[in-house]
């Protein structure tokens, strides 16, 4: 079983035991418009909660993804760098970013849940 | 985020209604609530304006009239080659010429565009600098001219291989026209001063239309399937991929136009040994830019790689060096290249075509080609 949270910066964590894949939600991509570039953090780094870990380019502007909680990056979409749009066409499936191995718990604590979420941009 | 008095001391164009029922999404631009994008996003916005037709609102660009007292246009054209290196005097009726007012230092205090309509010369200006060159010309041109701000009408682009056969049907003179004829024409009956030109590099059509009738056009237009409304993000990609400098990014106070690139614009009527060689402001350190070089010139730049290298971005000349050598002036992704686009300025012994450098992004060097520009070919119809 997993369970989806949120954070206020639009990323969703799919939690699977002590591992979470981080993306960017569907409202985040329509904001962001066209993604044409996507940098992702290097396998084996320590992410520090609310560190830049990604950027997303679309064409007018550059945005930092940060890191939702502490962790090691444990595995990245390689298929974001060949294919960038696949971050407005399947946000919140396909165009995972990466994958975390969670530091801290008590870090989940801060997160939304869905409807939380849906208020949060509604 | 802007504060709420912000956004209420935001100017608005007389299509800001339209924008709004398209679906566009509205930011401050230059003192005006203007659209970036419609729903169909900036890549198809660029991509459609080059395979068929954009519309574009461009009303908060200043127009201007400029009407010799004498009743003689070439008092007016000779009146305003004392604040432009260009020959204003050349420029037949019916035609239209780029052109750079300068300042004493020989930098750049706004691009602009002057048609000769026969008995006056017509001007557009940037939204950001109008004020400032109303107040230039006035200072400068009022004993010869009558200055007249035309801010009661609108000017919207029509840009695209379908722009022709669009504007036929409510214009029959538009086809003859040729890159850079301008003029008045009624367009759907309308009273309107239509150029063929643009800042896409493609071919297209700028209309000035008087405000009231503005929407009324817009709407005539966008009822053509071929025409698709487009913001200020695409207009922006159109014109980096074509190479256009925009104001106050590229060109500058502190860029000379031989620095950046734009000697094609200046008549050699108005450089050394021309019958009219200098008379406008920084005629010394420009004709010295002519005649011995500049030390630093705007190049375009094409990356290897995907990231986009944007605006402010230091340039090296290797991938260790500490000391930046120049820097981007305006970068981005350009749909139809479908690669990262920049422009920037470097000093000239790195500036020829093929030189490699490297761009600092994010702590990282990426490396780059200088390359030459436009982008993307161009499709004037000259």
């Given at each position: 079983?997993?369970?989806?949270?949120?954070?206020?910066?639009?990323?969703?964590?799919?939690?699977?035991?002590?591992?979470?894949?981080?993306?960017?939600?569907?409202?985040?991509?329509?904001?962001?418009?066209?993604?044409?570039?996507?940098?992702?953090?290097?396998?084996?780094?320590?992410?520090?909660?609310?560190?830049?870990?990604?950027?997303?380019?679309?064409?007018?502007?550059?945005?930092?993804?940060?890191?939702?909680?502490?962790?090691?990056?444990?595995?990245?979409?390689?298929?974001?760098?060949?294919?960038?749009?696949?971050?407005?066409?399947?946000?919140?499936?396909?165009?995972?970013?990466?994958?975390?191995?969670?530091?801290?718990?008590?870090?989940?604590?801060?997160?939304?849940?869905?409807?939380?979420?849906?208020?949060?941009?509604? | 985020?802007?504060?709420?008095?912000?956004?209420?001391?935001?100017?608005?164009?007389?299509?800001?209604?339209?924008?709004?029922?398209?679906?566009?999404?509205?930011?401050?631009?230059?003192?005006?609530?203007?659209?970036?994008?419609?729903?169909?996003?900036?890549?198809?916005?660029?991509?459609?304006?080059?395979?068929?037709?954009?519309l574009f609102?461009v009303s908060?660009m200043g127009q201007i009239a400029?009407?010799?007292?004498?009743?003689?246009?070439?008092?007016?054209?000779?009146?305003?080659?004392?604040?432009?290196?260009?020959?204003?005097?050349?420029i037949a009726p019916g035609r239209q010429r780029y052109a750079?007012?300068?300042?004493?230092?020989?930098?750049?205090?706004?691009d602009l565009m002057v048609a000769n309509f026969g008995?006056h010369l017509f001007l557009v200006v940037?939204?950001?600098?109008?004020?400032?060159?109303?107040?230039?010309?006035?200072?400068?041109?009022?004993?010869?001219?009558?200055?007249?701000?035309l801010?009661?009408r609108a000017l919207i682009a029509l840009q695209g291989?379908?722009a022709e056969?669009?504007l036929?049907?409510l214009c029959?003179e538009a086809p003859a026209m040729k890159f850079m004829d301008a003029g008045p024409h009624k367009v759907?009956?309308l009273d309107c001063f239509v150029s063929r030109s643009g800042y896409t590099g493609e071919d297209g059509f700028e209309i000035s239309v008087?405000?009231?009738?503005?929407?009324?056009l817009?709407?005539?237009?966008?009822?053509?399937?071929?025409?698709?409304?487009?913001?200020?993000?695409?207009?922006?990609?159109?014109?980096?991929?074509?190479?256009l400098?925009?104001?106050?990014?590229?060109?500058?106070?502190?860029?000379?136009?031989?620095?950046?690139?734009?000697?094609?614009?200046?008549?050699?009527?108005?450089?050394?040994?021309?019958?009219?060689?200098?008379?406008?402001?920084?005629?010394?350190?420009?004709?010295?830019?002519?005649?011995?070089?500049?030390?630093?010139?705007?190049?375009?730049?094409?990356?290897?790689?995907?990231?986009?290298?944007?605006?402010?971005?230091?340039?090296?000349?290797?991938?260790?060096?500490?000391?930046?050598?120049?820097?981007?002036?305006?970068?981005?992704?350009?749909?139809?290249?479908?690669?990262?686009?920049?422009?920037?300025?470097?000093?000239?012994?790195?500036?020829?075509?093929?030189?490699?450098?490297?761009?600092?992004?994010?702590?990282?060097?990426?490396?780059?080609?200088?390359?030459?520009?436009?982008?993307?070919?161009?499709?004037y119809k000259r």
């Open positions: 079983m997993t369970t989806t949270l949120y954070t206020s910066d639009h990323e969703w964590l799919a939690i699977d035991g002590d591992v979470a894949t981080v993306g960017i939600t569907d409202y985040a991509q329509s904001q962001l418009g066209d993604v044409v570039f996507v940098e992702l953090p290097k396998v084996g780094r320590t992410l520090k909660k609310t560190e830049a870990a990604a950027v997303v380019e679309s064409v007018k502007a550059a945005s930092d993804v940060y890191a939702p909680i502490s962790g090691e990056v444990l595995e990245v979409n390689d298929a974001l760098s060949a294919e960038p749009a696949l971050v407005n066409s399947d946000a919140q499936d396909k165009a995972w970013f990466f994958k975390i191995r969670i530091a801290d718990r008590s870090e989940l604590g801060g997160l939304m849940d869905e409807a939380a979420y849906k208020a949060h941009t509604a | 985020m802007l504060a709420r008095d912000d956004q209420n001391s935001l100017k608005t164009t007389p299509l800001h209604g339209l924008h709004v029922s398209l679906g566009g999404k509205m930011v401050p631009f230059a003192g005006y609530d203007m659209p970036v994008q419609y729903p169909a996003g900036v890549l198809k916005e660029h991509l459609h304006t080059r395979s068929q037709a954009g609102d908060h400029l009407r010799p007292k004498s009743g003689k246009v070439e008092d007016a054209a000779r009146a305003l080659e004392r604040l432009v290196p260009q020959d204003i005097i050349a750079q007012f300068t300042n004493a230092d020989g930098g750049i205090l706004d008995d940037n939204a950001a600098c109008k004020a400032e060159d109303e107040a230039h010309l006035r200072a400068n041109l009022a004993g010869d001219c009558i200055i007249d701000s801010s009661d291989p379908k056969s669009v036929a049907k029959a759907a009956g008087p405000s009231a009738d503005a929407e009324r817009a709407r005539t237009l966008l009822e053509n399937p071929d025409v698709m409304p487009i913001g200020l993000g695409a207009r922006d990609s159109l014109r980096l991929e074509a190479g400098c925009l104001y106050g990014h590229d060109i500058d106070t502190e860029t000379t136009p031989v620095e950046a690139a734009l000697e094609w614009s200046v008549q050699k009527s108005r450089r050394s040994g021309g019958a009219r060689a200098g008379g406008f402001p920084g005629a010394e350190k420009i004709l010295a830019h002519f005649d011995n070089g500049a030390s630093r010139r705007r190049v375009g730049l094409l990356a290897q790689g995907r990231a986009p290298v944007r605006e402010g971005a230091p340039l090296f000349a290797d991938g260790t060096g500490s000391e930046p050598i120049g820097k981007v002036t305006s970068g981005g992704f350009g749909p139809s290249l479908n690669a990262p686009v920049a422009m920037g300025y470097v000093p000239t012994s790195h500036s020829a075509l093929g030189t490699h450098l490297f761009a600092e992004v994010r702590g990282q060097r990426l490396p780059l080609t200088v390359a030459a520009m436009p982008f993307v070919k161009n499709t």
